[in-house]
T-cell receptor, first 116, second 111 residues
Framework: GAGVSQTPSNKVTEKGKYVELRCDPISGHTALYWYRQSLGQGPEFLIYFQGTGAADDSGLPNDRFFAVRPEGSVSTLKIQRTERGDSAVYLC??????????????FGNGTRLTVT | KQEVTQIPAALSVPEGENLVLNCSFTDSAIYNLQWFRQDPGKGLTSLLLIQSSQREQTSGRLNASLDKSSGRSTLYIAASQPGDSATYLCAVRPNTDKLIFGTGTRLQVFP
């Protein structure tokens, strides 16, 4: 596609529920990143995929968070037993390559998650 | 641990002014530095990417410089316009695969 697409754009859920956030990267981009942005802050790294595998998941805050990219394209970020503190904008980005590369990251518009 | 700081946090100027936004980082071992623009409720748009071996990059009215040894980058915006109003984010890429972002400078350009 023309850009990184994220769905839904907004998600409101009750505390304790399970949510899935989807990211469609730019076609042909090998690397895919998930970031989380709280109000007034810069994005914080969550997880990075090179192809199908999670190359770095050091930013996931706890085991309630999980992400997959089974076919090396679309990725889903999964949050179990949501808490109010999970409320943020979840951003996805992709780039042509990753390691030892100067390809810029291209971001989607994000999914605004609100946990009530 | 790499930390990125942006000054000022907010800036409000009249149209036509030339602006300088500052970004500093604590660890000079970076692979590249990227400047982004973020409009309210939107994702990030990449403006300029400076490789560690480069000193500056230019795109239209934007010029970004990098002084890796002192841990600084500046984004220069010439002849500012109301359409430039947005949050500007600086991000460094250490020798890993993730960007580390500053908290941004919120710019408002009024007519």
């Amino acid at each position: 596609g023309a850009g990184v697409s994220q769905t839904p754009s907004n998600k409101v859920t009750e505390k304790g529920k399970y949510v899935e956030l989807r990211c469609d990267p730019i076609s042909g981009h090998t690397a895919l990143y998930w970031y989380r942005q709280s109000l007034g802050q810069g994005p914080e790294f969550l997880i990075y995929f090179q192809g199908t595998g999670a190359a770095d998941d050091s930013g996931l805050p706890n085991d309630r968070f999980f992400a997959v990219r089974p076919e090396g394209s679309v990725s889903t970020l999964k949050i179990q037993r949501t808490e109010r503190g999970d409320s943020a904008v979840y951003l996805c980005a992709s780039s042509r390559l990753a390691r030892a590369d100067n390809s810029p990251l291209h971001f989607g518009n994000g999914t605004r998650l609100t946990v009530t | 641990k790499q930390e990125v700081t942006q000054i000022p946090a907010a800036l409000s100027v009249p149209e036509g002014e030339n602006l300088v936004l500052n970004c500093s980082f604590t660890d000079s071992a970076i692979y590249n530095l990227q400047w982004f623009r973020q409009d309210p409720g939107k994702g990030l748009t990449s403006l300029l990417l400076i490789q560690s071996s480069q000193r500056e990059q230019t795109s239209g009215r934007l010029n970004a410089s990098l002084d890796k040894s002192s841990g600084r980058s500046t984004l220069y915006i010439a002849a500012s316009q109301p359409g430039d109003s947005a949050t500007y984010l600086c991000a460094v890429r250490p020798n890993t695969d993730k960007l580390i972002f500053g908290t941004g400078t919120r710019l408002q350009v009024f007519p």
